[in-house]
């Protein structure tokens, strides 16, 4: 059984940084597809980065040139550096790992397992 933690959020000014991190206890293949969500208040919860095992990275447009997703696989962590964040961006972000055959990208329900999110808030 996978267990992934969410750590590194916080509460930053627009124009900041963060670094989140996802560590994954038990058995984690390198060969799984990992990723990052967020969910706002009173929002849908939506795909953010997703990283394949070959290292192929794919972003919502609304984060593209401003958000990183990377992984450590010796470490088993799934990293997301947010650059120049804005108040939009202030939601619970979530990681998620091993996408069912056949699933989406982008879509929440399709990941095996799921981590408890962590928050990130953004004041202008």
């Known amino acids: 059984q996978v267990q992934l933690v969410e750590s590194g959020g916080g509460s930053v000014q627009a124009g900041g940084s963060l670094r989140l991190s996802c560590a994954a206890s038990g058995y984690m293949y390198s060969s799984y597809l990992m990723g990052w969500f967020r969910q706002a208040p009173g929002k849908e919860r939506e795909g953010v980065a997703v990283?394949?095992?070959?290292?192929?990275?794919s972003y919502a447009d609304s984060v593209k040139g401003r958000f990183t997703i990377s992984k450590d696989n010796a470490k088993n962590t799934l990293y997301l550096q947010m650059n120049s964040l804005k108040p939009e961006d202030t939601a619970m972000y979530y990681c998620?790992?091993?996408?069912?055959?056949?699933?989406?990208?982008?879509?929440?329900?399709?990941?095996?397992?799921r981590g408890q999110g962590t928050q990130v808030t953004v004041s202008s």
């Open positions: 998620a790992a091993d996408l069912i055959a056949g699933g989406s990208y982008f879509r929440w329900d399709d990941f095996v397992y």
């Open positions: 990283i394949d095992s070959d290292g192929t990275t």
